[in-house]
């Protein structure tokens, strides 16, 4: 089957501080891969995608590459302000399924501090 | 355009109660789905439809009824409450084009069972 599993939170960075949160999947077939973020009180929004090999999502500052050699899609923003405290969470979608439902990792909740 | 909307944002039941979650979009989304949050567990997939007429399980489907008789709307069901239904409930939906894979969450659904 499916699975997604990214880093356990909780992570405290200072603002301006480099940003890496892991993600790596185990897939049936060739699926698309997503980050979703959930702000406080909020719904998801996406955040990024890929949807093939070698493929860089990017979003207000952040990037991941979909690397089909090591199954990962981490995530990573150069400079993190306070507004970036969110729970991040990484999903993978299995075209071959044929129903695009996503499968998604725990979550990474990130605090960002002045 | 309000996108994908629930009610109620926050309800407490008691054991064996029932109730109707319900979720709208008004982007003319052929698929929706219903996912639960739990801590730690991330999201997981409870029923899903492809469109009006058609509904699935996914995951976590035990309790749990859906039906889709109209594109906009996908009630969920709970027709007896368990403690154990405790979460967050998030509806989302996206289209059957070529951004089939990118889902559009609602606010959610905070349900307590006691």
């Known amino acids: 089957g499916n699975s997604v599993t990214q880093m356990e939170g909780p992570v405290t960075l200072s603002e301006e501080a480099f940003l890496t949160i892991n993600c790596t999947y185990t897939a049936t077939g060739y699926p698309s891969l997503f980050w979703y973020v959930q702000y406080p009180g909020e719904g998801l929004q996406l955040l990024l995608k890929a949807t093939k090999a070698d493929d860089k999502g990017s979003n207000k500052g952040f990037e991941a590459t979909y690397r089909k050699e090591t199954t990962s899609f981490h995530l990573e923003k150069g400079s993190v302000q306070v507004s970036d405290s969110a729970v991040y969470f990484c999903?993978?979608?299995?075209?071959?399924?044929?129903?695009?439902?996503?499968?998604f990792g725990k979550g990474t909740k990130l605090s960002v501090i002045p | 355009n309000a996108g994908v909307t629930q009610t109620p944002k926050f309800q407490v039941l008691k054991t064996g109660q029932s109730m109707t979650l319900q979720c709208a979009q008004d982007m003319n989304h052929e698929y929706m789905s219903w996912y639960r949050q739990d801590p730690g567990m991330g999201l997981r997939l409870i029923h899903y439809s492809v469109g009006a007429g058609i509904t699935d399980q996914g995951e976590v489907p035990n309790g749990y009824n859906v039906s889709r008789s109209t594109t906009e709307d996908f009630p969920l069901r709970l027709l007896s409450a368990a403690p154990s239904q405790t979460s967050v409930y998030f509806c989302?939906?996206?289209?059957?084009?070529?951004?089939?894979?990118?889902?559009?969450f609602g606010p959610g659904t905070r349900l307590l069972v006691l």
């Open positions: 989302a939906s996206s289209s059957a084009g070529d951004e089939k894979e990118t889902q559009y």
């Open positions: 999903a993978l979608s299995d075209r071959g399924a044929g129903s695009y439902q996503l499968t």
